[in-house]
């Protein structure tokens, strides 16, 4: 039923200032993060590490960045302003959100990257991932990014999947270690950051 709904339904990417104007509000909706959306993307950042990493990243390490990451995490993180942000809401209720900006450690300064890109559970396979990767996509573009860089664990298929279904190419690796353990990243790259997503 939900995933019929959202398949009716026509969406608006209305950041703040708005992508489009005089638009009344939808059902599915992506927009600028604000504030008061702490708490909402605590929430689907909560969900949805611990549905995608349990049995990846060591479990008292994924607890303590989960916890880390509290509503009062967020509000500071969307204060400081150092990453763009937007959410997705379904009925006005943060569902997923993605951040992005300037690429970390890059000597290309056009390159953009998007760094974290989240859905609840429920919302996963029905096409909002892309819809919010296409808003981070053309927020990069009016800042002036010309390529893309995005990084996702190796053990993470479904990331490494989502990625390559939408032309990513996978450029480099590099370790992330959690403890005693060692993890793969997998550096996904889009030569044109413009160039229409698959």
């Known amino acids: 039923m939900l995933g019929r709904a959202l398949r009716e339904v026509t969406l608006d990417f209305m950041p703040r200032p708005a992508y489009s104007q005089g638009m009344a509000k939808k059902l599915v909706e992506i927009r600028e993060a604000t504030r008061s ?3 909402g993307i605590a929430r689907v950042h909560d969900e949805a590490w611990r549905a995608t990493y ?16 509290s509503p009062t995490w967020w509000a500071r993180s969307l204060s400081r302003r150092r990453s763009r942000m937007l959410v997705l809401t379904f009925n006005g209720i943060v569902q997923g959100y993605t951040s992005f900006g300037a690429a970390r450690n890059q ?17 996963q396979g029905l ?7 296409i808003a981070a996509r053309q927020a990069l573009t009016r800042q002036g990014s010309r390529s893309l860089l995005v990084w996702a664990l ?45």
């Open 37 to 39: 959306d702490a708490g």
């Open 127 to 133: 096409g909002l991932g892309k819809k919010l990767f």
């Open 54 to 69: 349990q049995g990846i990243i060591p479990h008292l390490h994924l607890e303590r960045m989960i916890v880390r990451r």
């Open 154 to 198: 190796a053990d993470n298929e479904g990331a490494c999947d989502f990625y390559s279904r939408l032309g990513g190419r996978r450029c480099a690796t590099s370790a992330e270690t959690y403890g005693d353990v060692s993890l793969s990243r997998v550096a996904f790259y889009w030569e044109s950051v413009d160039r229409p997503t698959r």
């Open 107 to 123: 000597r290309r300064s056009k390159t953009g990257e998007i760094f974290e890109l989240y859905l609840a559970p429920t919302f």
